[in-house]
Each structure stands twice: as C-alpha cells, then as structure tokens.
Nanobody
Framework: VQLQASGGGLGQAGGSLRLSCAAS??????MGWFRQALGKEREFVSA????????YYGDSVKGRFTISRGSAKNTVFLQMNSLKPEDTAVYYC???????????????WGQGTLVTVSS
C-alpha cells in the first residue's frame, strides 16, 4: 500500500486547510493522521474506519478538525478549521487495521506534508 498525502501549506490562525491522503495498492484499511512538530513527539490527530462509520480525534483537534473518506474509500480527507499556530507540524497519513492506526503502529505511512499556521 502506498500513501500520497497532499494539501499542506501556509494557513492563518482562524483559517482552514484541507489535507488529502490517497491510498493505492490495497483496500479495506482504517486510515488516519498523525503530526509531529519540530522538537516534539508524534501526536495522534484523527482516524477513520474503512467504511467511514467510526471516527476518532485527538483532544487538541476535537471540534476543529473533521476526517472523512471519499466515495471510493481509498482517499481520506482532513478538514482543518479554526487553525492555531500550535497546529504547525508535519502531518503524516497512516493506513492499516484501525487498531494499529489508533496505536500509531500502522504498517503504512505517507511521506508527510507540512502545515504552517501563522498568527
């Protein structure tokens, strides 16, 4: 399975950005997002079950970010609203069993996309 993340860039505090992650080479995976800010540990952001029926969020993004899957189920989106400077990080897409995604032990990871939020 290969994951291609896109959509990062520069956003303003209070604004919005949307990340995408396209999976190829496999189906039926849970998918999710993690992020790592400079000098900090990797942090769980959000995850979604393979059919989109269950979603999960880290406390720091709950109520501001929304994860969803495309109709073909092989693409996951992360809509990021009410951005804060502390959301600045490299965002990584992950895929695998839902439990492995939630645990951060997924077999498959994307290359990361940088999100920078200015104040």
């Amino acid at each position: 399975v290969q994951l291609q993340a896109s959509g990062g860039g520069l956003g303003q505090a209070g604004g919005s950005l949307r990340l995408s992650c396209a999976a190829s080479g496999g189906t039926g995976y849970g998918m999710g997002w993690f992020r790592q800010a400079l000098g900090k540990e990797r942090e769980f952001v959000s995850a979604i079950s393979w059919n989109g029926g269950a979603t999960y969020y880290g406390d720091s993004v709950k109520g501001r970010f929304t994860i969803s899957r495309g109709s073909a189920k092989n693409t996951v989106f992360l809509q990021m609203n009410s951005l804060k400077p502390e959301d600045t990080a490299v965002y990584y897409c992950a895929a695998g069993t839902l439990s492995s995604v939630l645990a951060g032990t997924s077999d498959y990871w994307g290359q990361g996309t940088l999100v920078t939020v200015s104040s």
